[in-house]
């Protein structure tokens, strides 16, 4: 009986996080519809769903934001802001390696090449970095700069501040 129990718990677990859940190592913007597959509007569940269980949870942020890192104390990965249980902003963290958007574009481009790439933008000021953000719909992507380099991209809904 124990042994059946154990078993069960053990399925029962493994099943509750698909076994490819996982933050993607090289994570693709699709403007104005998707970060690391990862879609404005969608439920908690379905993030959950796609990049599984291990994320660290924000304690001074305005929203619920969780924190998706490729391992413990590690800087790069992805925000997902949640507005009522759902997905409001998301965003990359500290420039994770192989990311990249349509056209070639890439994290570390220089400013001049996201202007070619990116299409037209328009620039947002966030005090220590900088932002072009191009509206799409319900979704505003945006290209975060720093020091004249692509430093992360996100999407927040069309119209809100891309500012993090």
Not at 84 to 92: D, E, L
Not at 144 to 153: D, M, N, P, V
Request: proline share 5%; charged share 15%.
């Amino acid at each position: 009986m124990g042994r059946t129990l154990i078993c069960a718990v053990a399925v029962a677990l493994a099943l509750a996080v698909p076994a490819g859940a996982a933050l993607p190592r090289a994570g693709t913007l699709v403007p104005g519809v998707s970060l690391g597959g990862i879609r404005l509007g969608e439920p908690a569940a379905q993030v959950r769903a796609a990049l599984g269980r291990f994320y660290g949870v924000c304690s001074g942020c305005s929203r619920t934001t969780w924190y998706f890192t490729y391992k413990a104390f590690d800087d790069h990965g992805l925000g997902v802001e949640l507005t009522r249980g759902r997905v409001s902003a998301v965003y990359t963290l500290w420039q994770p390696p192989g990311w990249h958007a349509p056209r070639g574009l890439r994290l570390g481009a220089v400013e001049a090449q996201v202007n070619r790439l990116a299409g037209v933008t328009l620039p947002v000021s966030c005090g220590s970095y900088s932002t072009l953000v191009h509206d799409d719909g319900a979704a505003r992507t945006v290209y975060y700069l720093s020091a004249g380099s692509l430093w992360g991209f996100g999407l927040v809904r069309a119209g809100a501040s891309p500012c993090r």
